[in-house]
């Protein structure tokens, strides 16, 4: 593994990035690099640290993928101001665990909603091929409110397509959402299409966000669907680059509750008939 100082860390950025768009300020102390945008007048800071272990691994891969980050978050900033949003698509919500760190490296608060017990909803501005995690000290540069940022991130994943593969297993019927575009797992978050879902389900309807590149909605419509469905959600958290949970819910007139909690209330009513 290739050792580099923050010193040379920040003399690769000053090559890779344009020095006329940029001030470069290091902070040997905290070591930390802040880049200005001369044109926005706003910046970023970038923590060190954690930049030089990812380079310590990938080198010129772990540059790249820095530089390219620090552009197109610019580049978002430089349209907001040109152009304003003219659409609520740049602004997506991303569903992970609750044990996600919720502040950014810098130590500003990331933008979030509560969810379930095992899920909290993020907010990304999109940047293309990646998006990047909205924090409050964001907000001034977007002009947006927080509110306003969650209900731009509420119509955009019902805009998002919500077509799924089917499969059978033991009589159960199961349905993937797999668009590998980053917010798979967001679409639990789309009332509409579970609403959909449900009318067409016959059994109790089941969500799964196993990772980030899945959701899927089960009809179960015995018991054994219920095992099929715990070592499928297992599967997929196990294998999955950014896992969620492997909790699954039942869908039940609009709400999501965790099927664990379902066993026990049922088990209560059975005990109490008898």
């Not at 970023?44 to 954690?50: A, C, E, F, Q, Y």
């Not at 009809?219 to 969620?244: C, K, S, W």
Request: zero cysteines.
């Amino acid at each position: 593994m290739k050792q580099i100082t923050s010193e040379q860390l920040v003399s690769l950025l000053k090559r890779q990035l344009n020095e006329q768009k940029f001030d470069f300020e290091f902070d040997k102390k905290h070591d930390k690099l802040r880049l200005n945008h001369k044109k926005i007048g706003k910046g970023m800071d970038l923590s060190l640290p954690g930049i030089l272990a990812k380079y310590s691994e990938k080198q010129e891969v772990a540059l790249n993928e820095v530089v390219y980050t620090i552009e197109q978050t610019f580049i978002a900033m430089e349209q907001e101001m040109e152009q304003g949003f003219q659409t609520a698509t740049q602004i997506f919500p991303v569903i992970r665990a609750t044990s996600y760190p919720q502040a950014s490296k810098e130590g500003h608060a990331f933008i979030t909603t509560e969810h379930t017990a095992e899920t909290r909803v993020f907010y990304a501005l999109d940047l293309g091929k990646t998006y990047r995690f909205i924090d409050e000290s964001m907000l001034e540069a977007l002009q947006l409110t927080v509110e306003q940022i969650r209900e731009m991130a509420r119509f955009s994943v019902k805009q998002l397509p919500t077509v799924y593969k089917k499969d059978e297993v033991a009589g159960n019927v199961f349905y993937f959402v797999n668009a590998n575009d980053g917010y798979d797992a967001s679409r639990i978050l789309n009332e509409g299409f579970l609403k959909d879902m449900r009318a067409q389900i016959e059994g109790d309807m089941t969500v799964s966000v196993p990772h980030q590149d899945v959701l899927i909605l089960g009809d179960i419509r015995n018991e054994t669907g219920y095992d099929v469905l715990a070592q499928m959600t297992m599967h997929f958290f196990t294998v999955g680059t950014v896992p969620i949970t492997s909790l699954s819910f039942i869908y039940e007139e609009g709400e999501l509750e965790p099927i664990f909690i379902l066993a026990k209330n049922r088990v209560k009513k059975e005990q109490e008939e008898q």
